[in-house]
C-alpha cells in the first residue's frame, strides 16, 4: 500500500534554495505566462530598481510583443518578450539554458480558475460543489514541466508558483520537483487582516502579524463570511508571543470575488519576489507551499531563502495538522509519498451524477489525461 503525509513535509520547512548574488546592475526576472496575473505581475515589477531586465515568455507572440512593448513605456527597464510553450518541456529547456534568470515567476495554467466560477451551468456547479482540487489538472502539468526544466538544467534561482502552490507544491515536492515558494492564498488573507488593522489605528501590529492559511478558506475570506460547518478558519497571530485573534481575518467588507482579485495575490507577492532578489532585504510575510509544504505559512524572506516564521506555541506537527484538515474543504483527503492525490467522499458525491472519473485517484503522471477529460466535461474545445 502507498504511504502518504510523510513526515517529509516537515523537513522541507527548512529547506529553500539559495539563489546566487544579485548583479550589481539588478536582476534578470522571467515571467512564464501573460494571462492576468502575469500581466499584472509585469506591470508591478516594471522599472524597479531590483531589475535589470523583464523577460516576460508565453506561446502567444502577437499579443506578447505588444504586452512587452506597453510594460516597457511604463517603466525605465529593459523588457523583452520570447515565445515559450509551456507544454513542451524541451522548449522550455531551451528558454532557460538561454536565459539564465535570477528568479523565474511561473503564472501559467492550462485553464483559467475564474472559468468555473463563471459558468452557471449545473456541472460547473457540480464541480465547484467538489472543491478546487478537482481542477488540478488544469495547475500541475505546466508547472511541472517548468520544474523538469529547472531541473535539467541545473538552474539554482528561485522559482515562485502562482499555480495553486498549496497543492501543486506538496505534490511536486514529492517527485523532487517543489519550487521554492508560491504566492497567494496565505499572503492575501494576511494582506486582509493588514488592511483592518490599518483601518482601525493598528498599524504598529503589522509587522509582527503571522498568518497561517489554506486556499481553501479564500473565497471565505474574501466574502467576509466564516467557513461553514466545522472546516478551519485561518489562524491569526498577533505580536512577539502570538497573539490569537483569529476574528480579523473575516472583519473587513466583502470583495468581489470576480477576475479583479487578481490585484491581491499580486500586491501580497510582489514584496516577497523583491525580498528574493535582494540579499539584503528581509521580509516577514506568509506565503503558500514554501519548500513543497502543503498549505500557507508565516514566512521569513531573507539572504535569498524562505524559511518558516511560526510564532511561539505552534509546532511544526500543529500546522501540518491544520492544513490536512483545511485541504478537505478543496476535496483532497490525502496525498501519497507518489504524488497520487485522492479526493475526498464529499468531491466524489458531488461528481457522481456528471462524471465520477474526475475524482478518481490522480497520479502527477495522469493529470494530462484528467485536464483531457475535465476539458470534454465543461464541454471547450
Not at 505580536?239 to 470575488?257: N, T
Request: hydrophobic share 45%; glycine share 8%.
Amino acid at each position: 500500500m502507498t504511504k502518504h503525509h510523510s513526515s517529509d513535509d516537515a523537513s522541507r520547512a527548512a529547506a529553500s534554495p539559495t539563489i546566487p548574488t544579485r548583479k550589481d546592475d539588478g536582476a534578470r526576472v522571467l515571467i512564464l505566462g501573460l494571462g492576468d496575473v502575469g500581466r499584472r505581475f509585469a506591470f508591478g515589477l516594471a522599472g524597479r530598481p531590483e531589475i535589470r531586465e523583464l523577460v516576460l515568455a508565453s506561446r502567444n507572440e502577437a499579443d506578447g510583443r505588444l504586452l512587452a512593448a506597453l510594460v516597457a513605456a511604463c517603466g525605465d527597464g529593459l523588457v523583452r518578450f520570447v515565445r515559450a510553450d509551456a507544454e513542451r518541456p524541451a522548449e522550455l529547456e531551451a528558454l532557460l539554458r538561454r536565459e539564465r534568470p535570477d528568479l523565474v515567476l511561473h503564472c501559467a495554467s492550462s485553464l483559467s480558475p475564474w472559468l468555473v466560477p463563471g459558468r452557471t451551468d449545473a456541472r460547473a456547479a457540480a464541480l465547484l460543489a467538489a472543491g478546487f482540487a478537482t481542477q488540478l489538472p488544469a495547475q500541475l502539468p505546466l508547472l511541472t514541466n517548468l520544474m523538469r526544466a529547472v531541473r535539467e538544467t541545473g538552474l539554482e534561482a528561485p522559482v515562485v508558483g502562482a499555480s495553486f502552490p498549496d497543492l501543486t507544491h506538496p505534490i511536486l515536492a514529492r517527485l523532487g520537483l517543489a519550487p521554492t515558494v508560491g504566492i497567494g492564498n496565505a499572503g492575501m488573507v494576511r494582506a486582509r487582516v493588514a488592511a483592518v488593522l490599518r483601518a482601525a489605528g493598528r498599524e504598529a501590529e503589522i509587522p509582527h502579524l503571522r498568518v497561517l492559511a489554506h486556499h481553501s478558506q479564500l473565497i471565505p475570506v474574501v466574502r467576509a463570511e466564516k467557513p461553514a460547518g466545522d472546516a478551519p478558519s485561518p489562524r491569526v497571530y498577533l505580536g512577539p508571543e502570538g497573539r490569537r485573534e483569529d476574528a480579523l481575518a473575516f472583519a473587513g467588507p466583502p470583495l468581489p470575488s470576480r477576475r479583479q482579485l487578481n490585484a491581491l495575490p499580486v500586491a501580497s507577492g510582489l514584496p516577497a519576489v523583491l525580498a528574493l532578489l535582494d540579499p539584503e532585504r528581509r521580509l516577514r510575510t506568509s506565503l503558500p507551499g514554501p519548500a513543497g509544504m502543503p498549505g500557507g505559512y508565516p514566512v521569513l524572506v531573507a539572504s535569498g531563502r524562505v524559511t518558516l516564521d511560526l510564532p511561539p506555541g505552534l509546532e511544526l506537527d500543529e500546522a501540518l495538522d491544520f492544513q490536512r484538515r483545511s485541504a478537505r474543504s478543496d476535496g483532497v483527503e490525502r496525498i501519497d509519498d507518489d504524488g497520487t492525490v485522492h479526493f475526498t467522499a464529499a468531491a466524489r458525491a458531488a461528481l457522481e451524477p456528471f462524471d465520477p472519473r474526475l475524482t478518481e485517484p490522480l497520479e502527477p503522471a495522469r493529470t494530462p489525461e484528467r485536464l483531457a477529460l475535465l476539458r470534454a466535461y465543461l464541454e471547450l474545445r
